[in-house]
């Protein structure tokens, strides 16, 4: 029987490996094509994620149904879910979860699906934890809402979201203590 | 469907199967997340007794993957009891895993009480094995409290019990687990390493992980993040302080450097003798000191 890369032990941990260098150094692009073997990155992300003791939100449908069955997190409103895979298109129309004061790791982690990272009219510098100075992000295909809303939710820590941004093959992170600095869109 | 099928023993690679790997993997993009904040995981059962480094061992077997160099310290050194049965371990259940003594070479270093005393490099990653992970133990017992505490980033408390040791002592006597606070908001245990290694948390290149097996928790300190040991404005940090009576450095009797931290031994004649407490370290030091010599 031939297994798809995304669904082997050996690759999901490389590909944990890509997202903790992601999450531990925000704003750097990560790119995992060699690791995908074909696949993209967001079914790359969630099937190195998901099992059945966490919860997934997928309110634009973008996971398949053969694969919402291999992921086996249980389904759940994007307010509830830890996780909640979004199309970075549309604009935000819910407030996920940020956790509580006792407990922030409850706040969702929200992997947004871009067209490009790395390439794009929209350019972020990005300061905080994990950043040793600035660090430059562009990015095609993110409705400026996500950035709006964001620090609305973000506004409180440790109460916050966590982003990963992933486009076909590759990811990158905002985790809620990174600052973002939207600097104008170059056209 | 995960198991590979060249593992040669009869476990999962790792040890762990892939769903604890899981949820200590979402437990650690988390911890990252929130610097210094210690997020709860199941802690499995391994085959080792809580207190053995089980933390750290689990994060290390949900991190490491073929290809990768692996260093395990305990007390500064590769060839103590705690190591050597934790890297034998990670051997016997990881194939396609090397492992050295060199922290150079190391691409993941598990260690009990010490971070090595070369910077560490972005390229690498240290997890550290943790007894007590709460810094807010010492004066509130009830874990519910604690929790709001950290959640507020009221420390309070803490403060007024170093402030009692500068009554009593004139300075804060704590010379391990030294209160550290990340990212200007929660206060870790750094695990047991001397003050001497506090600093080394603060913007450092690497990332540093943090595995409470026995408490159940998982925190971390990300790269370039601020780590600042708890103070007060006119009692600054200090580390520890390796100058004789007449006030010299006292050097390493194996390899002669005085930039590092000492281990305190007694010989045979019942003199006491000063050692790098990182063996890697003093080895590079006596092999350059050696070639000094034949050069």
Same mark, same amino acid.
């Not at chain 1, 950035?147 to 506004?155: S, T, V």
């Not at chain 2, 949820?23 to 904040?37: C, D, F, N, Q």
């Given at each position: 029987?031939?297994?798809?890369?995304?669904?082997?032990?050996?690759?999901?941990?490389?590909?944990?490996?890509?997202?903790?260098?992601?999450?531990?150094?925000?704003?750097?692009? +990560?790119?995992?094509?060699?690791?995908?073997?074909?696949?993209?990155?967001?079914?790359?992300?969630?099937?190195?994620?998901?099992?059945?003791?966490?919860?997934?939100? /997928?309110?634009?449908?973008?996971?398949? $149904?053969?694969?919402?069955?291999?992921?086996?997190?249980?389904?759940?409103?994007?307010?509830?879910?830890?996780?909640?895979?979004?199309?970075?298109?549309?604009?935000?129309?819910?407030?996920?979860?940020?956790?509580?004061?006792?407990?922030?790791?409850?706040?969702?982690?929200?992997?947004?699906?871009?067209?490009?990272?790395?390439?794009?009219?929209?350019?972020?510098?990005?300061?905080?934890?994990?950043?040793?100075?600035?660090?430059?992000?562009?990015?095609?295909?993110?409705?400026?809402?996500?950035?709006?809303? +964001?620090?609305?939710?973000?506004?409180?820590?440790?109460?916050?979201? $966590?982003?990963?941004?992933?486009?076909?093959?590759?990811?990158?992170?905002?985790?809620?203590?990174?600052?973002?600095?939207?600097?104008?869109?170059?056209? | 469907? !995960?198991?590979?099928?060249?593992?040669?023993?009869?476990? !999962?690679?790792?040890?762990?199967?892939?769903?604890?790997?899981?949820?200590?993997?979402?437990?650690?993009?988390?911890?990252?997340?929130?610097?210094?904040?210690?997020?709860?995981?199941?802690? &499995?059962?391994?085959?080792?007794?809580?207190?053995?480094?089980?933390?750290?061992?689990?994060?290390?077997?949900?991190?490491?993957?073929?290809?990768?160099?692996?260093?395990?310290?305990?007390?500064?050194?590769?060839?103590?009891?705690?190591?050597?049965?934790?890297?034998?371990?990670?051997?016997?259940?990881?194939?396609?895993?090397?492992?050295?003594?060199?922290?150079?070479?190391?691409?993941?270093?598990?260690?009990?009480?010490?971070?090595?005393?070369?910077?560490?490099?972005?390229?690498?990653?240290?997890?550290?094995?943790?007894?007590?992970?709460?810094?807010?133990?010492?004066?509130?017992?009830?874990?519910?409290? &604690?929790?709001?505490?950290?959640?507020?980033?009221?420390?309070?408390?803490?403060?007024?019990?170093?402030?009692?040791?500068?009554?009593?002592?004139?300075?804060?006597?704590?010379?391990?687990?030294?209160?550290?606070?990340? !990212?200007?908001?929660?206060?870790? $245990?750094?695990?047991?390493?001397?003050?001497?290694?506090?600093?080394?948390?603060?913007?450092?290149?690497?990332?540093?992980?943090?595995?409470?097996? &026995?408490?159940?928790?998982?925190?971390?300190?990300?790269?370039?993040? /601020?780590?600042?040991?708890?103070?007060?404005?006119?009692?600054?940090?200090?580390?520890? $302080?390796? +100058?004789?009576?007449?006030?010299?450095? +006292?050097?390493?009797?194996?390899?002669?450097?005085?930039?590092?931290?000492?281990?305190?031994?007694?010989?045979?004649?019942?003199?006491?003798?000063?050692?790098?407490?990182?063996?890697?370290?003093?080895?590079?030091?006596?092999?350059?000191?050696?070639?000094?010599?034949?050069?």
């Amino acid at each position: 029987m031939n297994i798809e890369a995304i669904w082997q032990a050996q690759t999901q941990q490389a590909l944990f490996r890509e997202m903790l260098e992601a999450m531990a150094r925000p704003g750097t692009v +990560r790119d995992l094509a060699h690791h995908l073997e074909g696949a993209n990155a967001l079914r790359g992300l969630l099937a190195t994620l998901m099992d059945g003791s966490t919860t997934l939100a /997928d309110p634009h449908g973008l996971v398949h $149904d053969a694969d919402r069955v291999l992921l086996q997190a249980a389904l759940d409103m994007p307010e509830r879910a830890r996780f909640v895979a979004v199309d970075g298109e549309r604009a935000p129309d819910f407030q996920p979860a940020l956790g509580t004061l006792a407990s922030p790791e409850l706040g969702a982690t929200l992997v947004i699906v871009v067209d490009a990272l790395d390439a794009g009219s929209l350019t972020l510098d990005l300061t905080g934890p994990g950043v040793e100075s600035v660090k430059r992000l562009a990015c095609a295909g993110l409705h400026p809402d996500w950035i709006a809303a +964001r620090e609305e939710w973000n506004a409180d820590f440790p109460l916050g979201v $966590d982003l990963i941004l992933v486009d076909k093959t590759k990811l990158a992170a905002m985790p809620r203590t990174t600052r973002i600095n939207v600097l104008a869109e170059v056209h | 469907m !995960n198991m590979t099928s060249h593992t040669p023993t009869a476990y !999962n690679f790792g040890f762990l199967d892939e769903y604890a790997k899981k949820e200590v993997r979402r437990a650690i993009l988390k911890a990252v997340s929130i610097p210094g904040y210690q997020v709860p995981y199941a802690s &499995r059962e391994m085959p080792m007794g809580r207190g053995f480094g089980t933390g750290g061992l689990q994060l290390t077997l949900s991190l490491i993957g073929p290809g990768e160099v692996l260093k395990v310290i305990d007390q500064g050194s590769d060839d103590s009891v705690n190591a050597v049965n934790l890297r034998q371990f990670i051997e016997m259940t990881c194939p396609g895993v090397s492992t050295t003594t060199r922290t150079a070479e190391a691409t993941l270093i598990q260690s009990r009480h010490r971070i090595p005393e070369r910077p560490l490099t972005g390229d690498q990653i240290i997890v550290l094995q943790v007894p007590y992970p709460d810094a807010l133990v010492v004066v509130e017992p009830s874990e519910d409290k &604690r929790k709001i505490m950290h959640g507020e980033a009221d420390y309070s408390r803490l403060l007024v019990k170093l402030y009692e040791d500068i009554v009593q002592f004139d300075e804060i006597t704590i010379s391990h687990r030294y209160p550290t606070r990340i !990212n200007g908001h929660y206060v870790i $245990d750094p695990s047991p390493i001397p003050r001497w290694d506090v600093p080394k948390l603060h913007h450092s290149r690497s990332l540093a992980l943090f595995g409470a097996g &026995r408490e159940k928790k998982i925190y971390a300190v990300p790269p370039h993040t /601020d780590a600042e040991p708890l103070v007060f404005t006119d009692v600054p940090f200090r580390v520890e $302080d390796f +100058r004789d009576g007449e006030g010299r450095r +006292r050097a390493c009797e194996r390899c002669g450097c005085a930039d590092s931290f000492l281990d305190e031994f007694v010989d045979g004649s019942g003199e006491k003798v000063y050692q790098c407490s990182d063996s890697d370290w003093c080895d590079e030091h006596l092999a350059e000191a050696n070639q000094g010599v034949t050069a």
